[in-house]
């Protein structure tokens, strides 16, 4: 299967579209937000640059905010060789959120001691990738339109629920042969 082929197909997949998102929300009891596919051309800015490239985001975040990105881990769980994290991340700078985020790390593809940083969540997976000259590729599956709702708005620190625009990632080793991690990451209104 190619490339787009797989995105089609995970784009049509429900539950594939919004995983790990879809866990933390069924663990903590709360309804999904309403979560569409869009087209990456239509996202406006500067969501479109922020978000359809093939780069990982803690670096893109980094550049656009001109500084390192902090992580804030929600919540955790570990499911078999699967570690799960709820996250925001922070332009250490200012502490604001940039990013809120669920992530499925694979640890099973990362050396030990890259694997003991991720699960000691002192960083953003993207800074560790580079700190551990880790070789991956970025391929987004698809673009999203979120209703913002009030667990994501709080997070946020907003008054009003507007509509927010993210991504579902893959991140794959250097060989595009196995998965690293998925991600569904959302942003904050610009």
């Known amino acids: 299967m190619s490339h787009s082929e797989t995105s089609v197909a995970e784009a049509g997949a429900g539950a594939v579209f919004t995983h790990p998102l879809d866990e933390f929300y069924r663990l903590a009891k709360r309804r999904l937000p309403v979560i569409e596919p869009v087209d990456g051309a239509a996202l406006p800015e500067p969501y479109r640059s922020l978000l359809v490239h093939e780069r990982d985001m803690t670096s893109t975040l980094g550049q656009f905010h001109g500084g390192d990105i902090?992580?804030?881990?929600?919540h955790?769980?570990?499911?078999?060789d699967a570690y799960?994290?709820?996250?925001?991340?922070?332009?250490k700078r200012?502490?604001?959120p940039v990013?809120?985020?669920a992530i499925k790390i694979h640890l099973g593809q990362f050396p030990g001691p890259a694997r003991d940083a991720i699960t000691g969540a002192g960083a953003p997976l993207g800074?560790?990738?580079h700190d551990y000259g880790i070789g991956h590729l970025s391929r987004p599956s698809g673009f999203l339109r979120v209703e913002c709702d009030d667990h994501i708005g709080g997070l946020?620190?907003?008054?009003?629920q507007p509509v927010l625009f993210g991504r579902r990632n893959t991140l794959y080793d250097a060989t595009a042969k196995h998965r690293l991690a998925e991600i569904v990451e959302i942003l904050p209104p610009a």
Do not use: I, T
């Open 99 to 101: 990013e809120y985020g």
């Open 76 to 80: 955790r769980h570990n499911g078999g």
């Open 94 to 96: 200012s502490q604001r």
């Open 84 to 91: 799960y994290r709820e996250v925001l991340l922070l332009a």
């Open 156 to 160: 946020f620190d907003l008054d009003e």
């Open 127 to 129: 800074q560790l990738l």
């Open 70 to 74: 902090g992580l804030k881990v929600l």
